[in-house]
C-alpha cells in the first residue's frame, strides 16, 4: 500500500508562491489528487493528476495553481503561485484513481501541511 507525505507548507504573504511536495513510498500510485481543508469547511479538492499525466483543477485554483509529477522521484508537487488569504488551510495529498476523467479518492492520506496566507 502507498503511503504519502506532504511538506512544504508555510506562512507567505499575499501574492506570494509555495510548492507543496507529495511523496509516495510503499508502491506506485494510479494518480494523486491535492485537497484542502479550511477550519469549519469541508475538504475540497484543488487539483489531481494521473500518472500518464492527465490533471484537472479547482475553478478557484486555475491558472494559479499547477500540479506536476517527477516520476523518478515518486512525487507530485503543487506550485502554488498568487497566493490569496482564501488560500490559507491544510493541503492534503490523496492516492486515488480517474474514472471517466473525474478523480475518485480513496483512504490513502498524508498526515497534512498547514499552508497559511496573510493579507
Known amino acids: 500500500q502507498v503511503q504519502l507525505v506532504e511538506s512544504g507548507g508555510g506562512l507567505v504573504p499575499a501574492g506570494g508562491s509555495l510548492r507543496l511536495s507529495c511523496a509516495a513510498s510503499g508502491s506506485t500510485f494510479n494518480a494523486i489528487g491535492w485537497y484542502r481543508q479550511a477550519p469549519g469547511n469541508q475538504r475540497e479538492l484543488v487539483a489531481a493528476?494521473?500518472?500518464?499525466?492527465?490533471?484537472i483543477y479547482a475553478d478557484s485554483v486555475k491558472g494559479r495553481f499547477t500540479i506536476f509529477e517527477d516520476n523518478a522521484k515518486n512525487t507530485v508537487y503543487l506550485q502554488m503561485n498568487s497566493l490569496k488569504p482564501q488560500d490559507t488551510a491544510v493541503y492534503y495529498c490523496n492516492a486515488g484513481i480517474f474514472v471517466i476523467g473525474k478523480y475518485v479518492q480513496t483512504n490513502t492520506w498524508g498526515q497534512g501541511t498547514q499552508v497559511t496566507v496573510s493579507s
Open positions: 493528476i494521473s500518472n500518464d499525466n492527465k490533471a
